[in-house]
């Protein structure tokens, strides 16, 4: 095969086959597609789109380009949320400690900031003496000891959607749909999920202007998710302001520690309060974390039939608000496919 003629079908409006997918791929991975060449195929897929299969082809190529983990002999799900990105979204900083409090295992694979959006990666660099890039068995032992881990993509993970992921940026063709599905599910499937929930930002701050735009986006995520396997849903979320009274990277995460994060919370007595960091203040990240914990705790019948309990008891009950259904009504959950 060769790169310029699979670039030039799709160029063409072609649906390219898993092969030739692979191929380009592969290229991605070892360097022998060149920048231009990948600029090229990025370009071509924004402005010709992609099918169901395509995707699906794209992302497990992707994911398959390095390691994929998985978590033998864990007494909980392996489950994870995602966000498209925003400006001061801080959720995942307190999502994952509180769901690995609730007995679940969080293994965070986060990016950094795309075009003006800002990145969870991005704020945890700026604390000293974190580190980001650990290699991959520190990243299971702390899973394991701790229930969370949040670091970026490594060496070993989705290597090809790393250089993708870069080229893009500097492309502007960071708005295609296909690759930005293809881009965060093969980062997400890599880690051995059980089940993921996705937050698809709606607004001015955000790379999905619109709700048609937003909803196209999770749509496909959903879709090509659950034809790799990982059982997923997505909410869409405004992004018409900041989330969070602080935005940056340094100052983002000093938000979150300053408000009170959910290891200082003992005991989880107020799950809601507890994802957020703010059980006595209110605010709109810590709605939107509620939404997303409670559509987390969708993965409990799934974890229970395999054995798992999410802990203590009732957990996954307390994350869930009359409120947060009301929200969910609006603006999703979008449903699975059959």
Not at 12 to 29: H, K, N, P, S, Y
Not at 139 to 168: H, M, N, S, W
Not at 220 to 248: F, H, K, W, Y
Not at 288 to 313: F, H, T, W
């Amino acid at each position: 095969m060769l790169a310029q003629e699979i670039i030039r079908r799709k160029r063409d409006g072609a649906a390219l086959t898993a092969e030739e997918i692979g191929f380009i791929v592969r290229g991605l991975t070892d360097g022998s597609v060149t920048e231009g060449q990948v600029a090229a195929f990025a370009m071509a897929v924004l402005l010709r789109g992609m099918e169901l299969a395509e995707r699906v082809a794209l992302t497990l190529a992707m994911r398959d380009s390095g390691e994929v983990l998985d978590w033998p002999g864990l007494d909980g799900p392996v489950l994870d949320k995602h966000s498209t990105g925003g400006v001061g979204d801080n959720v995942s900083l307190m999502l994952a400690p509180a769901l690995a409090a609730c007995g679940a295992y969080v293994p965070m694979i986060s990016g950094r900031g795309l075009g003006h959006t800002g990145g969870t990666l991005d704020k945890l660099d700026s604390i000293p003496g974190y580190r980001t890039r650990p290699d991959a068995e520190t990243f299971r032992r702390v899973t394991r000891e701790t229930g969370c881990a949040i670091i970026g993509q490594t060496a070993d993970i989705a290597p090809a959607d790393k250089r993708l992921y870069a080229i893009r940026d500097v492309t502007a063709t960071v708005e295609s749909i296909d690759l930005i599905t293809a881009s965060i599910l093969s980062k997400k499937l890599a880690a051995g999920l059980d089940a993921l929930v996705l937050d698809v930002k709606c607004g001015s701050g955000a790379f999905m202007a619109t709700p048609g735009d937003a909803r196209a986006l999770a749509e496909s995520l959903v879709e090509v998710a659950n034809g790799a396997g990982c059982r997923t849903s997505a909410l869409i979320t405004d992004m018409n302001q900041p989330l969070a009274s602080a935005a940056g990277k340094q100052s983002g995460s000093f938000f979150v520690a300053a408000r009170g994060g959910p290891s200082v919370v003992v005991p989880f007595a107020d799950v809601a309060g507890a994802i957020t960091g703010v059980a006595q203040r209110g605010g709109p990240e810590r709605q939107l974390g509620i939404d997303l914990a409670s559509e987390i705790a969708d993965a409990v019948p799934k974890a229970a039939a395999a054995g798992q309990n999410l802990r203590p008891a009732g957990c996954a009950n307390g994350i869930r608000t009359n409120r947060a259904a009301e929200r969910r009504a609006i603006y999703g959950p979008l449903p699975l496919p059959a």
